[in-house]
């Protein structure tokens, strides 16, 4: 693709109807999308309100990225998690309220209080950390799946990148180096049309998807906008991987609709640009399509929304009574101080969350999977 059509907005298969997916996997689809939106709808009115410091950033018009690629991984995998890929977070089981208290710097956020923002991970659901330098997570995705394959484990590493990173030599180098080995690690490379304030055109000669075939593997193109088209395509490469085939390069366009960080007026995106992919906001689109195509009726949809709404409002209170963090405890928990075992795939997955373990149960076991998740769970 030229670089005047990198902007362009279809990219990749849409509206494709994915196999594996059950009617609860469509709602829970929605739901994530949802909560996403809404926590970060109600983060930036905390920010705005003076209640979280520093700066909030936010993947408004992203959710079907981070929501449909993390549902085709099973809980043993694992998760390196961007800036803008929320949805990631909760879909493995992250709820509003630690990430609504994370960025008010309280106790009760997931890193305790010792980070006001998003660079946070669960390892207890198989989220690392994140690293803010970009796009490090590449290599850190890389060499967990190195890792995988050297133990023999058939398990899968995710990750999440902009475009911008591309132009990073790290990229190169995890991209090179997960070909050459052909580990089981996937690569969602989020396209949004600018890295901060560089448009695509200013950013790259040749699209950095077709660029995985230089390192050996396939690179496809998706509609970033469809979360079921995102789902199917990250089904296919998780299979992939867990099959001993190698990484997938995962291009998804989409649009970012708000700016980089609260503090940025976004004044640089043409206004008929975000018009135009405000028509294809991946929230009203899939709804739409629930609708017609899969008998959701008027009352359902409503009700998963009226929910959403309920368990964000519950989140903030919880949040805001949260209290600071107990300044003696600044130097817990800062540094690996033991290793935990969690190299033969039996890391204390336990607060995997039911719901979400009814909502998969039936993707496990379409994948063969149920019983060694089950007796891993309790481990
Ligand atoms: C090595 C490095 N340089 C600069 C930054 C500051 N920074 C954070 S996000 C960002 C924009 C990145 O653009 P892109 O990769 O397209 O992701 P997007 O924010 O658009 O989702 C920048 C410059 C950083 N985190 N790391």
């Not at 993947?59 to 449909?68: F, L, T």
């Not at 799946?145 to 990073?168: D, H, P």
């Not at 540094?335 to 795939?345: C, P, V």
Request: net charge negative; proline share 5%.
């Amino acid at each position: 693709m030229g670089t005047s059509d990198a902007r362009a907005i279809a990219d990749g298969p849409s509206g494709v109807a994915t196999p594996g997916l059950e009617r609860a996997d469509r709602a829970g689809l929605l739901r994530h999308m949802l909560l996403m939106r809404k926590a970060e709808e109600r983060g930036l009115r905390l920010y705005k309100q003076g209640k979280i410091p520093g700066s909030f950033y936010d993947g408004r018009g992203q959710e079907a990225i981070p929501v449909g690629s993390s549902w085709a991984l099973a809980p043993e995998d694992r998760m390196c998690i961007l800036h803008r890929d929320l949805g990631a977070h909760f879909v493995r089981g992250v709820t509003p309220d630690r990430y609504l208290a994370n960025y008010m710097g309280r106790s009760g956020g997931v890193t305790g209080g010792k980070d006001g923002n998003l660079h946070f991970g669960d390892p207890e659901l198989g989220c690392v950390g994140m690293v803010s330098m970009l796009p490090d997570m590449a290599l850190v995705a890389m060499g967990m799946a190195l890792a995988f394959k050297q133990r023999g484990e058939a398990r899968v590493a995710m990750t999440y990148f902009g475009e911008g990173s591309t132009a990073n030599g790290q990229w190169h180098e995890a991209m090179n180096m997960a070909g050459v080995q052909e580990l089981p690690v996937v690569f969602i490379l989020e396209n949004n049309g600018f890295a901060y304030s560089t448009p695509n055109d200013l950013e790259f000669a040749a699209d950095p998807v077709d660029r995985a075939s230089g390192y050996g593997f396939d690179g496809v193109h998706v509609d970033g906008n469809d979360v079921e088209a995102v789902f199917g395509a990250a089904t296919e490469a998780v299979e992939r991987a867990r099959a001993g085939g190698g990484p997938t390069l995962i291009g998804c366009r989409t649009m970012r609709m708000n700016g980089h960080g609260a503090h940025d007026d976004h004044s640089y995106v043409p206004e008929s640009e975000l018009e135009a992919w405000g028509r294809r906001d991946p929230i009203e689109r899939y709804r739409d399509r629930l609708a017609a195509e899969f008998g959701f009726s008027h009352d359902e949809l409503g009700q998963i929304a009226a929910e959403v709404d309920a368990e964000i409002e519950a989140a903030t209170e919880k949040a805001l009574a949260s209290p600071m963090p107990d300044p003696s405890l600044a130097f817990e928990g800062v540094y690996a101080t033991e290793s935990r075992r969690l190299g033969d795939g039996r890391a204390p997955w336990t607060r995997w969350s039911r719901d979400r373990d009814a909502e998969r149960g039936h993707l496990r076991s379409r994948n063969g999977r149920s019983a060694g998740v089950t007796e891993r769970s309790a481990a």
